[in-house]
Structure formats: structure tokens, C-alpha cells
């Protein structure tokens, strides 16, 4: 007989609370500001990355998941700016309506399911940088705390998502934590 998890009446609740959930516009917008800031804090750690975006100035990016549209454009620096436009040359939807499914997914490691619209050629231009750009989180935090408590707190991290990993990996869907495999 499996054991259901304490935990269950949250896992059948919170896609209701999230489907209803609607945060305030600005909290959105900041959000999505945010994002972009960050978008950009990584892409400056690699020039070959900025080099390819930007030769794709001018070119219309639209992101969208559920209701939410983030436009972007790159720049002639190779960033990326948030704007606001008719059309779109690339448009990303991504079909996973759960926010839940979209961290599985991130979490074995996986990208999420997305339906493409457009430009080929900018496409792959964005599946290059999803592929080969990454955070250097340690980096970050060395110039705060230091080389060596920035290496030990990393080392943490990636022992913990491994963790989550192999967790998420273990689960079948529809099954609850504690059932048997």
C-alpha cells in the first residue's frame, strides 16, 4: 500500500491557486525589467555571446507564456532591451502551462517545451546562447564573500540540485512521494 504524502492537498491546491493568481501589473513589469537585467548581467561574461547577438540588431523577440509577453530587441552591443512592437521575427510560446512542469523540466536538466514562430536563422542564433551560455554563480558571489566561502557555498548548491535532480528524476508523474516505484 503506498503512503500519500502529508504534503498532497498542496500538490492538488496549488495549480488552483496558481491558475487563479493573477499578480499585479507592476509587479509583472518590474519583474520582466528584472529579467532582462540579468539576461544581460550573463550575457556580458561571454563576448562571443554578445558578438552573435549582435548581429541580429533590431531583429523582434517575443517571449510568451500564458498571458505574459516580454518583447525583446538586441542591441547593437549585443544586450537585450525590453520593447514594444507590432509582429515579432522569433516568437517563443512556451506550452507548458504549469509553472510546476516548467521547474520539473529545468530541474532534470531539460528545456522547457516551446512552439517556435519565424526567422530560422534567429532561432538558432537563441538556441546557441541557451545551449552554450551560462551563469557563473560562484564568480558572483566571490566578489562578495570571497573565493573560498563562494567555492564552498557552490559546491552546496550543486550537490543540492542534484539532489532535486535525482528526486525529480525517481518521481513518475501522477504518483505521490511516498509510493513505492
Do not use: Y
Request: aromatic share 6%.
Amino acid at each position: 500500500m503506498a503512503t500519500q504524502s502529508p504534503f498532497s492537498w498542496a500538490a492538488q491546491a496549488l495549480p488552483q491557486i496558481a491558475a487563479n493568481f493573477q499578480p499585479p501589473a507592476w509587479v509583472v513589469d518590474e519583474t520582466l525589467n528584472r529579467l532582462v537585467l540579468f539576461l544581460n548581467h550573463v550575457l556580458m561574461s561571454e563576448p562571443q555571446a554578445c558578438q552573435r547577438l549582435a548581429r541580429q540588431k533590431g531583429q523582434r523577440i517575443e517571449i510568451v507564456w500564458q498571458a505574459m509577453k516580454l518583447q525583446l530587441q538586441p542591441t547593437a552591443a549585443g544586450l537585450l532591451e525590453r520593447a514594444a512592437f507590432e509582429g515579432f521575427d522569433l516568437r517563443l510560446t512556451a506550452t507548458q502551462e504549469s509553472p510546476l512542469d516548467i521547474v520539473s523540466a529545468l530541474a532534470r536538466g531539460d528545456k522547457p517545451k516551446v512552439r517556435i514562430e519565424g526567422d530560422v536563422q534567429l532561432a538558432a542564433e537563441i538556441n546557441w546562447l541557451i545551449d552554450h551560455v551560462r551563469w557563473d554563480a560562484e564568480e558572483d558571489l566571490a566578489r562578495l564573500i570571497g573565493d573560498a566561502p563562494a567555492h564552498t557555498l557552490a559546491q552546496a548548491a550543486r550537490k543540492a540540485m542534484e539532489a532535486l535532480r535525482s528526486f525529480v528524476a525517481q518521481r513518475a508523474p501522477g504518483t505521490s512521494v511516498g509510493a513505492a516505484a
